[in-house]
């Protein structure tokens, strides 16, 4: 499932595009949008960062809209859905597919650290926890999109819901304190008790790790929304599985 998605990724110019607009949108906001760089004069990738969730908020679902929409369209989910493999398998085969040509996207980002080397002497302790950010934001925000793709045939609606999907667990923790001080104390409460305070959210965790502060309470966060939304994907298909069965029999 994972060759199989990856090649069908490279073989036509959709990745490549991808990779290209992602690597120049990136190389514009770090030198480019507005004079923050150049007024810092700091060899580190804080006006990237300024921007980078809202960056991933519009290009994970892209990346995903096809995922499983493409497949339900084309009228492949049938052989998905018999091919000799778990629906884990399935799952984790085309959500590595789709990390993989992340962290490409991820690697040729790089040129932006040696652009960086070039003017000035950045912190590599710094530097890595910026990737390391963008990394684990990126693939829980994937995981998400593929939920979203699940749940149409349309590769347009898969992108809106991507987005709105991604939007609200980035800003989980601003939800949680609106719905708080509008006046709803109780439901604010649950949240916070469940783990959806003021510092929960995709964009807090993001902030937090691109800042340099690593902690293990954050790596778990992000770990854990991608493990629950691939958790939810499989459900997703175990219902499909019931679905297919149920027309067989009739």
């Given at each position: 499932?994972?060759?199989?998605?990856?090649?069908?990724?490279?073989?036509?110019?959709?990745?490549?595009?991808?990779?290209?607009?992602?690597?120049?949108?990136?190389?514009?906001?770090?030198?480019?949008?507005?004079?923050?760089?150049?007024?810092?004069?700091?060899?580190?990738?804080?006006?990237?960062?300024?921007?980078?969730?809202?960056?991933?908020?519009?290009?994970?679902?892209?990346?995903?809209?096809?995922?499983?929409?493409?497949?339900?369209?084309l009228g492949t989910e049938e052989f998905m859905l018999t091919l000799p493999a778990t629906d884990l398998e399935v799952i984790l085969g085309k959500y590595f597919a789709l990390l993989a040509t992340y962290v490409a996207s991820l690697a040729f980002s790089l040129t932006l650290v040696f652009v960086l080397s070039s003017l000035g002497s950045p912190d590599g302790g710094l530097i890595f926890a910026n990737y390391l950010a963008y990394f684990l934001t990126g693939a829980a925000m994937l995981s998400i999109g593929i939920v979203a793709s699940m749940m149409t045939a349309n590769s347009t609606i898969a992108f809106i819901l991507g987005v709105v999907f991604n939007a609200i667990f980035m800003y989980l923790g601003h939800i949680a304190s609106v719905i708080s001080s509008a006046g709803f104390s109780g439901l604010g409460s649950f949240l916070e008790s469940i783990g959806f305070g003021e510092k929960s959210g995709l964009l807090n965790q993001f902030e937090e790790l691109a800042s340099g502060v690593v902690t293990l309470p954050g790596l778990i966060y992000l770990i854990s929304v991608t493990a629950i939304m691939l958790y939810l994907s499989m459900v997703l298909i175990g219902r499909r599985h019931w679905v297919h069965g149920s027309l067989g029999t009739s």
């Open positions: 499932v994972f060759r199989k998605n990856f090649k069908a990724s490279f073989s036509n110019p959709t990745a490549y595009v991808f990779i290209t607009i992602f690597i120049v949108t990136c190389s514009v906001f770090q030198f480019s949008w507005g004079d923050l760089f150049f007024r810092e004069n700091l060899a580190e990738l804080g006006p990237l960062n300024n921007s980078f969730p809202f960056l991933l908020l519009f290009f994970i679902p892209v990346l995903t809209m096809n995922s499983w929409a493409e497949e339900r369209k």
